[in-house]
């Protein structure tokens, strides 16, 4: 099939599986980062500790955490859904990179929710 002047490989049961695969990835990411950003909409106000009482970045008036943890979900959403296109072009090894880089920002933002864990590190 012709689409543009290039040539499309044709779709097969494996391209369709890797798809079906890729819309889990997506609604995975999509979760993550609603969860982002109602984390962010939990921001704390003026009633905050200082920030030396519990050493929690919540209870830190401004503290950059709360943006930097949405900002990696977005981030990991983004390429999830480059990802996706990638898996439609056929292009599995861009695709497998795309969404390693996804799952290490999801693991960064987990960790940087674990840290501000009372206990934490």
């Known amino acids: 099939m012709r689409r543009s002047g290039t040539e499309e490989p044709e779709a097969t049961a494996g391209n369709a599986a890797a798809l079906a695969v890729a819309t889990l990835l997506l609604v995975a990411a999509l979760a993550g980062t609603g969860l982002g950003f109602i984390i962010l909409g939990l ?50 090894n861009t695709a497998i990179a795309l969404w390693t880089s996804a799952a290490i920002l999801y693991g960064a933002w987990a960790l940087l929710l674990h840290e501000n864990t009372i206990g934490g590190f």
């Open 43 to 92: 921001e704390c106000d003026n009633s905050c500790l200082d920030p030396g009482v519990n050493g929690a970045w919540s209870a830190t008036d401004g503290a950059w955490q709360w943006k930097a943890q949405f900002g990696l979900t977005l981030v990991g959403l983004v390429l999830t859904i480059v990802a996706i296109h990638k898996v439609d072009r056929c292009h599995y």
